[in-house]
């Protein structure tokens, strides 16, 4: 169960389960067109189509629905399962895949990821769980750098959680840069430039 869920439990009907959805995606909209500091639960509520005293039966304010909406939208980036998905085992293909889908799931939320910037620079919570979120990430991408350092392809003087750490963070400003600040880069040139990266900084070695 998520942060966002634990306070007030799920919903026990499917109605609950269909009110609470629509106030999640209500919220989203509300946050994408207003900021956060300026989104009105009652605002959520009307676009929901729901009384406002609704709102509280699965939210305890506006910072925990920001979390749920929060989480969609880093569940879908954070957790592609390029592999899973597309049988893709070559590291190059595998680092380019990964980019690739980043970098679209970025630019179809950059509304949305506009405004986690601007929630990570004003409350603490939410930054420790972004920051939290992060480390899974960089794990996760430490473990494959480490299999890569042991089967010969990759640098073995390179450590690998600081490298995950390095190239996510590359990866994720230059998203910021193109799709929220507007700077002008092609997309195909975007991914071909970070993987590239990716592969100069590893010194993966080809078969």
Do not use: C
């Amino acid at each position: 169960m998520s942060e966002a869920e634990s306070r007030k439990g799920l919903p026990r009907t499917k109605r609950g389960e269909r009110t609470r959805a629509a106030l999640i995606a209500a919220a989203r909209e509300v946050f994408e067109r207003d900021g956060y500091l300026d989104a009105k639960i009652s605002d959520i509520s009307k676009v929901a189509g729901t009384a406002s005293g609704s709102f509280y039966t699965y939210f305890d304010g506006k910072e925990e629905i920001f979390a749920a909406v929060a989480e969609q939208v880093q569940e879908e980036m954070l957790h592609p399962h390029v592999r899973g998905r597309t049988g893709v085992t070559d590291p190059r293909d595998l680092i380019e895949a990964a980019n690739r889908d980043y970098l679209r799931s970025y630019k179809r939320n950059a509304r949305l990821m506009a405004v986690l910037e601007e929630v990570a620079l004003i409350n603490e919570d939410f930054r420790e769980l972004r920051m939290e979120r992060g480390k899974a990430f960089a794990e996760r991408n430490a473990k494959m750098i480490s299999a890569l350092q042991e089967s010969g392809r990759a640098s073995a003087d390179l450590d690998p959680m600081i490298t995950a750490h390095a190239l996510s963070v590359m990866v994720s400003r230059m998203a910021y840069l193109v799709f929220v600040q507007n700077q002008r880069i092609p997309f195909e040139k975007l991914v071909t430039t970070l993987t590239q990266l990716w592969v100069n900084a590893l010194q993966l070695e080809s078969d």
